[in-house]
């Protein structure tokens, strides 16, 4: 058995966890979160210094937390995670020195982890998790990306939005409409009292050079340009905006291209599993929309627990508990930290001479 003490400060959440992992299964020991969201919102977005500062400032409270619940010592444990790309690299800093210190202190190994291979390791937090080979579509407020995954560890990206992510395009619409930070849950609540399919907005395709479109690939910020004009119009008009109604069909839109695209990735490539994960999971819409489609298609579809989507320390620890358990992979100890890394080279982060 092996424990492992997990940071992740990539972005506006700072969270600590202790999990373990016995016959294969992975248990969650302890699992603490400091938002900082309530902050952030008063800018309508994330402000890097801001992040950071607020970071070192809960980092050792969140981790004597985590410790006082499992009725845990830092003698105890085998190991310390932390994310180290990609995101907003003064924070990172302070998730990977805080960990780096503790695992060097204490002589016991540091892993680095790809925040992506993180989100992904969400669904081994659940007790129903599928085997490779099988489709993830992961969307969150930094990325929309179709990553097959062949065995564990390897990647091929397949599909990804060539402008706006799915969860900064939820972010921005709020924002038209004068929803608060962030817009994927404000805009979530007041879809639910309006008409999906009031306004027909657009799906955004990605044109290739030689003709045609990119099948599995996405493109918001035309549908972001759509919504700002529909909302101008409404206005000119000088009519009552149907603030409900726009939300639910934007929400809607978002939702069935997503699962269009996903779909037909996995089916095109013989797929037959189809994994969800990333704050934009949360969705209610968009995980219903995939369960119905997933019946049609006999495909089957695992959806990250509701409790893991968003940012979190667990699924940093799920994803080091998998990387220590197999080959007893561990990071340099003058691994830094990267604003961007690409998911498919995360086996870098454990060569003896690292790449950042
Ligand atoms: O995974 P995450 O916590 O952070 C990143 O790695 O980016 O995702 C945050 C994003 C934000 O853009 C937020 O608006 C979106 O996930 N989000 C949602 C919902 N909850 C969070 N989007 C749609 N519906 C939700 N219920
Ligand atoms: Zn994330």
């Known amino acids: 058995m092996s424990i492992i003490l997990s940071l992740e400060t990539s972005c506006d959440e700072s969270a600590a966890a202790l999990v373990s992992n016995e016959k294969g299964k992975i248990d969650l020991l302890a699992n603490e979160i400091a938002s900082q969201i309530d902050e952030h919102a008063n800018w309508g977005g ?16 969140l981790i004597e937390e985590v410790f006082a619940k499992s009725k845990l010592q830092i003698k105890d444990i085998d190991a310390v995670a932390a994310t180290v790309t990609p995101g907003l690299a003064g924070s990172l800093l302070v998730g990977s020195i805080t960990a780096r210190t503790l695992a060097n202190l204490h002589q016991i190994p ?15 937090l659940s007790e129903n998790h599928p085997k490779p080979p099988f489709l993830v579509l992961l969307v969150s407020g930094g990325h929309t990306e179709l990553i097959k995954v062949d065995v564990k560890h390897k990647y091929q990206r ?19 409409l004068g929803l608060s930070y962030p817009g994927g849950p404000a805009i979530q609540k007041i879809a639910k009292s309006g008409d999906p399919k009031k306004f027909l907005f657009p799906k955004g395709r990605v044109s290739k050079p030689e003709g045609g479109f990119y099948p599995y690939d996405f493109s918001f910020s035309g549908l972001k340009t ?64 995939m369960l119905a489609k997933a019946s049609e298609n006999s495909i089957d579809i695992t959806l990250a627990p509701m409790e893991f989507c968003t940012d979190n320390a667990a699924m940093i620890g799920a994803a080091a508990l998998l990387r220590l358990s197999s080959k007893g992979f561990k990071s340099s100890m003058e691994l830094g930290v990267s604003a961007r890394w690409p998911l498919e080279k995360s086996d870098l982060l454990y060569d003896p001479i690292p790449p950042f």
């Open 46 to 61: 994330v402000v890097p210094e801001i992040a950071s500062r607020r970071h070192l400032e809960n980092l050792p409270f």
């Open 110 to 124: 540091f892993l680095g982890i790809h925040h992506l291979e993180g989100h992904l390791s969400s669904i081994y």
């Open 158 to 176: 397949l599909g990804r939005s060539h402008d706006d992510a799915a969860g900064e395009a939820f972010d921005k619409v709020a924002r038209l």
């Open 226 to 289: 759509a919504v700002f004009r529909q909302i101008e119009k409404i206005r000119s008009e000088n009519k009552k905006l149907p603030i409900e109604d726009i939300a639910a069909s934007f929400e809607y839109i978002v939702a069935e291209v997503l699962v269009e695209r996903s779909f037909k990735c996995a089916l095109d490539q013989g797929l037959n599993s189809l994994v969800l994960v990333g704050g934009v999971a949360a969705n209610v819409r968009l995980r219903e929309m």
